[in-house]
């Protein structure tokens, strides 16, 4: 019964699938070691990076900045959709009462 099933074709042709799929997990292996060794020199790094009191306090200035400007971006986006309605208003001839006295004494 054994020397059937190894004589048969298709069990050589299983078996070589078998070897390459081995060999290409070991590859893979190979990489997800090698991704494991970079991310804990990065996490070192942010660990040392941070222990620095002066380097901790540039990177929460720049968190800071990074808000401010989200939030910069937010009341430009709000601006742009405040003047796009304003616009459509004015070209409707839709003029809400006292809207030209309120922009007129802004400016």
């Keep these: 019964m054994y ?4 004589s048969d074709d298709r069990v050589a042709i299983v ?3 078998i070897e390459d799929a081995v ?7 190979d990489l997800v ?3 494991k060794i ?24 720049i968190s800071y900045i990074q808000g401010q400007n989200k939030g910069l971006q ?3 986006q709000n601006q742009k959709a405040l003047l796009k309605e304003l616009e459509n208003l004015l070209v ?13 004494s802004n400016f």
């Design 3 to 6: 020397s059937f099933v190894e």
């Design 15 to 17: 078996l070589k699938y």
């Design 23 to 29: 060999k290409e997990l070991d590859e893979m292996d």
């Design 33 to 35: 070691q090698s991704y």
């Design 38 to 61: 970079h991310l804990n020199v990065s996490e070192l790094f942010v660990k040392w990076l941070f222990a620095d009191p002066l380097l901790q306090s540039v990177a929460e200035d």
């Design 74 to 76: 937010v009341q430009t």
């Design 92 to 104: 409707r001839g839709e003029r809400p009462s006292g809207l030209a006295s309120c922009l007129t």
